[in-house]
Structures are given as structure tokens and as C-alpha cells.
């Protein structure tokens, strides 16, 4: 796989694969949008629910040389049995929770905890992320915390971001978390739960500001 960019062909260790779950309508083909594009999408954007598997292919960074591989899962209950599909392949899982629409959290929780006790995905790193979050100001994440039971999840690396496709807000946030993987990857590293390790290699990349990554405001 190349990417246009790079002088020498990817190989497996370089490329970053994070398959995208969540609840129907909870904003993942945005998301995976926004990271593809580095744009925000229209507050009016139509929502077309994806039937299936996309997988995007994205070449982040040229410092870092982030390369993610996305798997972009439909979430409406008749597409899920695809996901167990996917579980072998990932090094990381993207967990997308509508945080406007209350009324689905116990079904995104029973979701989100059926994945978690998979044999094949124990371990692997977890990012939480609240979307939609341009529309309500004030988000308790402490109280979608506690409905989630989020404290109950030990085993694993886990982040917690809030983001919004419309305005961008959390994407820095996530884009630092996945350069903290793929470079554990890359490396052979243990990937830690310690944060410490996180910030201090995100720093030595340089990765603290949006304008690294081209992020159009
Ligand atoms: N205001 C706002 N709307 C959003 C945001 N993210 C997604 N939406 C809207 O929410 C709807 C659903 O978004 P999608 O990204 O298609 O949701 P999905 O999780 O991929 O849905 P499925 O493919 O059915 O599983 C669309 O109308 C989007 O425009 C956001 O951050 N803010
Ligand atoms: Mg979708």
C-alpha cells in the first residue's frame, strides 16, 4: 500500500488500524469525514446510515507519518452482526456516543460492554468519543460517565474525547491519542495506560497544536 507521499512502501507496522464503532446516527462516518478531510461538516449534512463496512485509508501527518487504516461500521442493530468481522484486524477500537440523544445511552452502553467482552478485542486501547457536541453547551461527561459505567473498563487504555464534526472541537485531542499508538506500533512498545508516556511522546512529535495537522478552522 503507498500513499502517494512517502518514498518507501508502507508496511503493516506503519499503518494504524482503527475500526469505528457505535449506535446508528451517532456520527461516525462524520467523524471518519472530518479526520479524512481535516473539514467540518454542515451542521445540515443529510444522514445517509452506511450499510456495511467502509474502509478510508488516511495519511495524517507528515512529521509523524500517521497512517490510519479506518473501518467505518454501519450501527443500526441489523448491521452489527458485520462487527465481530472486524475484531481480528484492529489495534485500536473508536467507540462513537451520540451525546445529545440521552434516550439511546443504556443501548450504546450494552453495545459498547458486549464488544468490550470479546475475546479477541480484550486489551486492545479504547476511544470513547461524545459527538455532537456543538449542539448542547454544558455536557455533563461526567454524568454520560457514570450512566456508561465507564470506571468499570480496567483492562485497557481508554480516552475519553468530546468532539463535534461541525466545529472540530476534540479532533487535536484524538489525532495525539492515534500518533501515540501507531508509534507503540511502529516501535513494538507496550501500549501503556499511563497518560505520562502519552503527553511526553506527543510532545517530542510536536503534536500539541491543530495547525500540525492542517486542520481548516
Ligand atoms: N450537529 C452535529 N451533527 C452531527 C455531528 N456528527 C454527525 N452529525 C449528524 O448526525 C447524523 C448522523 O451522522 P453519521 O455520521 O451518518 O452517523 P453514523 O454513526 O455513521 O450512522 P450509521 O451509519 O447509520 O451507523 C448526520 O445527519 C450528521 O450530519 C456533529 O458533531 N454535530
Ligand atoms: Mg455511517
Redesign the pocket.
Known amino acids: 500500500m503507498g500513499c502517494g507521499c512517502c518514498t518507501h512502501a508502507l508496511t503493516e507496522k506503519d499503518i494504524l488500524r482503527v475500526v469505528v464503532f457505535?449506535?446508528?446516527?451517532?456520527?461516525?462516518?462524520?467523524?471518519?469525514?472530518c479526520l479524512k478531510t481535516s473539514n467540518k461538516?454542515?451542521?445540515?449534512?443529510?444522514?445517509?446510515?452506511?450499510?456495511g463496512v467502509i474502509a478510508v485509508n488516511i495519511y495524517l501527518n507528515i512529521q509523524t507519518k500517521l497512517n490510519l487504516l479506518i473501518f467505518?461500521?454501519?450501527?443500526?442493530k441489523h448491521?452489527r452482526h458485520i462487527w465481530p468481522h472486524l475484531f481480528n484486524d484492529s489495534d485500536v477500537i473508536l467507540f462513537?456516543i451520540?451525546s445529545i440523544d440521552l434516550t439511546c445511552l443504556n443501548d450504546a452502553k450494552d453495545a459498547l460492554f458486549d464488544l468490550l467482552t470479546d475475546e479477541s478485542l480484550l486489551n486492545k486501547p479504547l476511544l470513547i468519543v461524545f459527538?455532537?457536541?456543538?449542539?448542547r453547551k454544558n455536557i455533563n461527561v461526567t454524568q454520560l460517565e457514570q450512566i456508561l459505567n465507564l470506571s468499570m473498563i480496567q483492562d485497557r487504555p481508554i480516552h475519553k474525547v468530546l468532539?463535534?464534526?461541525?466545529?472540530l472541537d476534540g479532533l487535536t485531542s484524538m489525532l495525539t491519542w492515534f500518533t501515540y499508538f501507531s508509534y507503540c506500533k511502529l516501535h513494538g512498545k507496550e501500549m501503556d495506560i499511563s497518560t505520562n508516556n502519552k503527553y511526553q511522546i506527543s510532545e517530542s512529535l510536536n503534536l500539541s497544536t491543530p495547525s500540525n495537522n492542517k486542520i481548516k478552522k
Open positions: 457505535g449506535l446508528e446516527n451517532s456520527g461516525k462516518t462524520s467523524l471518519v469525514q461538516i454542515f451542521e445540515t449534512s443529510k444522514y445517509i446510515s452506511t450499510h467505518d461500521c454501519g450501527g443500526c448491521q462513537t451520540d459527538t455532537k457536541s456543538d449542539k468532539f463535534s464534526s461541525v466545529t
